[in-house]
């Protein structure tokens, strides 16, 4: 096996070990069969997603009784030469098709972009005589040297924009193969692309702007100058290797078990985290996963459509990298692979897609006591589970970090490239990052959804926020600080945002289980304050990302919602997902509850963002609250010889 190939799926395995554990090679080939024994699969049929359908979760949790649940995959089926595409559902264990739903583009939209679409659309627009002739009036005779960027429409209630698969291209320079496109954007110009017709059907020539023309290969020594040196080596070795097991997909350490899954859309699920607490397992989280992410831009002018859905559009698990040891994962790792279908509905094994290791993560706790003259010191470590995702111009790092006193947290990471314009005055919207090139105005949102089992599925969130007291009786000095807790009871009532002069946060407490305290268990969600979806009410992506509009949603489990933008996003009208999810306004106090939590940055370009992106992170964190009686990282051995944890 090597370490980075993405190669066919190899032979059929067994059926998986466990109900959650992701569809085989062999389980999608078998569904293939199903769907072409049902004739659903001709010649111009493409999967535009293909993946486990997971049974529900009274049927997983039923499982320990006894029961078994049928193995089902879904896929999102569409025929390249009408466009006609349906949602269908195959039962592997009963051998056939469950239910299958014809989608009509009006309401539902179109299924995601097919692979087979980017390469279709490029060459759709250099036959065409009006792409040419406008390329050619800009100095660029040679086609070839013309990259297209097909990119999902939008729904912005064009004639076109109702029963028409279309991508919207643009278009960059790349005079060399090496070139890097996102340097030279050629402004200005956009096709239309009927995908199924295969046909231009419209241009929109509003301007010409000079291609900007500095290089921007940062690979090239010409571009980036010489590398740096005086960086000597950093070596982590973990001499008696990790800490951790890893069974299939089970993965535990130090108390901590989870599944982990992986699925084209979403990239990395963990199901079924739990902690184990003196023998007793404790869960959670049911299920965790980035369930959508949308990148809207904020130039008002000619790219005005541009918000991606890097989930429900482009399907955001399928473009997992495959990791390499020593690059992007240090120490003793243990890689999972994953395997995907392509636009066929064939298997694809992406090697080393998911990367498990743990690190060193400095002082735990900490203590020197002046009285009693003890001094301690813990050092902290977490388990990391991480995958790596290009799209299109961003690379994405999702990270899940347990750590030894129980706390949870998720960190995106961003990097790769901005997606460019000319940079033609003054703007608002835009940063000059290099001469002529603009890196425009854009929020990159994610939505986790936390299907929570703290401690149980009877489940209850409050709203915790602090404040000062007026002075005044009982509080005569005015220092008084105070918490106030509001139950969030039902659905409409709990879609909720951050306000950090409150230090807010949300608790997610069991109902049926206390404390030695006599006070319900819970974890808090930590959330990173800042501005959710700042396009305007009355905006197209306002409606189809309606999610993004708030912080904080809490829905009653249902095993059918399971994307905050709705199950088809690409050229939706809007109103699904998460708004349709709460619209029955049902009871949440004490429930099956599940947290939709957006997250992340209003990112206005840095010339130091430019030609390559560092890092930028985002994210949120889940702690105990009392779920513990007290201090659980109190068994951690100090650092030093005997005890694995250095010295
Ligand atoms: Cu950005």
């Avoid at 199924?196 to 301007?207: G, P």
Wanted: with cysteine; aromatic share 10%; net charge negative.
């Amino acid at each position: 096996m090597t370490d980075t190939a993405v190669r066919p799926a190899e032979a059929p395995g067994a059926r998986p070990a466990h109900p959650l554990d992701p569809a085989t090679g062999a389980e999608y080939l078998a569904g293939r069969q199903i769907l072409a024994a049902a004739g659903l699969l001709g010649d111009t049929a493409r999967f535009a997603y293909y993946g486990l359908e997971e049974p529900a979760k009274d049927e997983v949790l039923g499982e320990a009784a006894g029961g078994r649940p049928d193995r089902r995959l879904r896929a999102f089926l569409i025929d390249v030469a009408t466009g006609q595409s349906a949602d269908v559902v195959v039962s592997l264990g009963e051998g056939r098709v469950v239910s299958r739903r014809v989608l009509d583009p009006a309401s539902d939209g179109q299924v995601p972009i097919l692979s087979e679409e980017f390469g279709l659309a490029e060459e759709v627009v250099r036959a065409d005589p009006g792409w040419r002739a406008a390329m050619a009036r800009r100095g660029l005779t040679d086609i070839t040297k013309v990259r297209a960027v097909p990119q999902a429409p939008g729904s912005f209630g064009e004639a076109a924009d109702r029963g028409t698969r279309f991508v919207r291209v643009l278009a960059f320079r790349q005079e060399r193969e090496q070139d890097y496109v996102w340097g030279h954007p050629i402004d200005g110009i956009v096709a239309y692309v009927d995908v199924v017709e295969r046909k231009v059907f419209k241009i929109v020539d509003e301007f010409e702007a000079p291609v900007p023309s500095e290089p921007a290969d940062y690979d090239d020594p010409a571009v980036r100058g010489p590398l740096r040196e005086g960086l000597r080596p950093v070596e982590i070795t973990q001499p008696e290797g990790p800490s951790f097991t890893l069974d299939g997909q089970l993965l535990r350490w130090q108390g901590w078990s989870m599944r982990i899954g992986f699925d084209a859309r979403e990239g990395l699920v963990l199901h079924q985290i739990s902690l184990d607490d003196a023998g007793r397992d404790r869960p959670v989280i049911y299920r965790a996963s980035i369930a959508e992410l949308v990148v809207p831009y904020g130039d008002p002018g000619f790219r005005y459509w541009q918000s991606f859905f890097d989930g429900g559009e482009y399907l955001l698990g399928k473009w997992t990298n495959a990791l390499e040891r020593g690059c992007d994962c240090l120490g003793e790792i243990a890689y999972l692979d994953a395997t995907l279908a392509d636009d066929l509905g064939a298997p694809q094994v992406i090697g080393n897609a998911v990367c498990v290791h743990e690190e060193d993560f400095g002082i735990l706790w900490k203590h020197t006591d002046s009285f009693n003259g003890s001094v301690q010191t813990r050092r902290q470590r977490r388990l990391v589970v991480s995958s790596w995702a290009t799209v299109g111009n961003y690379d994405y790092g999702f990270y899940w970090y347990f750590y030894l006193d129980g706390t949870i947290e998720h960190e995106v990471k961003m990097t790769g490239a901005l997606f460019t314009a000319a940079y033609t005055g003054d703007s608002p919207h835009t940063t000059e990052v290099a001469p002529g090139l603009g890196g425009p105005v854009h929020q990159h949102l994610f939505c986790a959804r936390l299907d929570m089992t703290v401690d149980g599925v009877a489940n209850a969130v409050e709203e915790v926020d602090v404040a000062g007291l007026p002075a005044g009786p009982g509080n005569p000095f005015g220092n008084a600080i105070a918490q106030t807790r509001t139950r969030l009871r039902s659905e409409a009532g709990a879609a909720r945002r951050c306000d950090a002069s409150r230090g807010r946060t949300w608790r997610v407490l069991s109902t049926g289980r206390v404390n030695r305290y006599g006070r319900p268990v819970s974890y808090t969600l930590y959330p990173d304050p800042a501005p959710v979806l700042l396009a305007d009410p009355a905006s197209s992506v306002h409606a189809r990302a309606t999610f993004a509009t708030n912080h904080l949603w809490v829905t009653r489990y249902d095993p059918a919602q399971r994307y905050p933008a709705g199950d088809l996003v690409n050229q939706h009208p809007g109103g699904a997902g998460l708004p349709a999810y709460v619209a029955g306004d049902r009871d949440i106090d004490g429930a099956d509850i599940v947290l939709w939590h957006t997250f992340g940055p209003t990112h206005f370009p840095r010339p130091e963002d430019w030609p390559v992106m560092p890092v930028a992170r985002c994210g949120f964190t889940l702690k105990p609250t009392g779920f513990f009686d007290r201090n659980p990282a109190l068994g951690v051995p100090p650092p030093g010889p005997g005890h694995g944890t250095g010295g």
